[in-house]
């Protein structure tokens, strides 16, 4: 049964403009990564839509696949962060868009008002859904979105961008296996990713000493994906720094939101980010930036972007990839502020077992460590654990990032079990 409330705790404004903005952060596993849908994966997609909250504002809406915990609303409603009307969707569906435009009585009710839509991502689905409620979508039209997706468009991207480019090489799926051996004899060290991945999900590297078991790593990967799959292959460099940049595209332009440095594992999977990056000023990177910015800008793109780029060890800057998305780090750049803190450190995939609720890392493993306004640091959950995802991710403001990494250090060493890193 659909559920169509306005939480008390939370302020509200309930005078609009003629065009509020609905925001619905819906994702398609289809559209960010082979298997990611599956099991646990799916219920994972699912929660990551209350996420959303931490972008809204008072006259947004914002619909989720469940209701938040209440907790963590109370929580950030006392350290002032004042959130809109909250839904709940009860349709039939994939994805969130869909059930919402199947879910009759909120439609009913959304379809009082002209809406732009703000997704995590564009597709048809959201595509749909502004249509229905004759508003906007700031979000990428599908065919750029699809195009902007796949790995092995990048590099004519940023030819026409006018950005350098690393050696690329892309195959076809059968082809995966041998295009990389014979690319390990010429580099001594390859990396390759699917065509379709995201925060280190079908990303592999093969290395000479180790190629025998990385080989048998990617060969079970490539397995797994799409028969009709490509997969872009680079020689792997040695990288100093990934940094992440994000722009917000509107009708005036590209606008800079910020350059963080992102924490990569061993396996390549996203572990966060600390704000604010040592390249933050980088002539190169912000160049590179902006020309893609730019170039997005032309092509019709509205809505959030991050960039992601490599610095190698002898200085030279890279684009690997553009997420034509909202980032997981554009929620603590974004929050950070409108705390005004100038720091923040993102940690994603901290698995905490047998902790259910903000109730529980408060009283738990972040005891004490919580955001506190009267001091001006602390931990900020951006997704609270639950029995079927244990996992933590942590947003923690301070006033510089030696501040922050203190509080980082004592949470980090209450947890056990697991490495850091989900997808983006």
């Not at 020309?291 to 690997?320: C, H, N, Q």
């Not at 990839?321 to 720091?343: D, Q």
């Not at 942590?394 to 060493?413: E, K, N």
């Amino acid at each position: 049964m659909t559920r169509y409330f306005v939480r008390n705790r939370c302020t509200v404004c309930l005078v609009r403009e003629s065009r509020s903005r609905l925001i619905v952060h819906s994702l398609e596993a289809s559209r960010l990564g082979d298997g990611l849908g599956d099991g646990l994966g799916s219920v994972a997609l699912r929660m990551l839509s209350q996420r959303a909250l931490v972008l809204s504002r008072p006259g947004d809406t914002v619909v989720v696949d469940s209701e938040p915990d209440g907790d963590w609303l109370d929580f950030l409603g006392s350290i002032g962060f004042e959130i809109g009307t909250l839904c709940v969707a009860g349709g039939q569906g994939e994805t969130l868009a869909g059930r919402i435009l199947s879910d009759e009585l909120l439609m009913s009710e959304l379809g009082k008002e002209a809406w732009v839509v703000e997704p995590y991502m564009g597709g048809d689905e959201v595509e749909e859904l502004a249509g229905v409620l004759g508003g906007g979508l700031r979000a990428p039209k599908a065919a750029l979105l699809n195009r902007l997706n796949l790995k092995s468009n990048l590099c004519p991207i940023l030819g026409h961008a006018g950005v350098a480019t690393i050696p690329t090489t892309v195959a076809a799926r059968d082809d995966a296996i041998s295009t990389a051996r014979h690319m390990l004899n010429e580099y001594g060290a390859v990396m390759v990713r699917s065509d379709l991945s995201i925060g280190g999900h079908g990303v592999w590297k093969v290395e000479g000493e180790e190629g025998e078991s990385d080989f048998e790593r990617l060969r079970v990967g490539v397995g797994r994906s799409d028969r009709s799959r490509l997969f872009v292959l680079q020689p792997l460099l040695e990288v100093t720094n990934s940094p992440n940049v994000q722009f917000d595209i509107s009708e005036a332009g590209p606008e800079l939101l910020g350059v963080s440095a992102q924490q990569m594992t061993q396996s390549f999977a996203f572990g966060g980010n600390e704000y604010p990056s040592p390249l933050g000023d980088d002539e190169q990177l912000l160049d590179q930036g902006e020309r893609v910015g730019r170039w997005l800008y032309e092509a019709g793109y509205r809505g959030v972007v991050g960039i992601d780029f490599i610095v190698t060890s002898s200085g030279e800057v890279f684009i690997v990839e553009i997420n034509p998305r909202v980032n997981t780090s554009t929620f603590p750049l974004l929050m950070s502020k409108r705390l005004g803190k100038p720091a923040f450190r993102l940690m994603t995939g901290i698995r905490v077992e047998g902790v259910d609720g903000f109730g529980g890392v408060a009283g738990g493993v972040g005891e004490g460590l919580m955001f506190d306004v009267s001091t001006g640091y602390g931990m900020v959950p951006l997704m609270v654990p639950t029995g079927r995802r244990p996992v933590l991710d942590a947003m923690v403001f301070g006033d510089d990032l030696d501040q922050v990494g203190s509080v980082c250090d004592v949470l980090l060493s209450r947890v056990t079990g697991g490495e850091l890193g989900v997808a983006q």
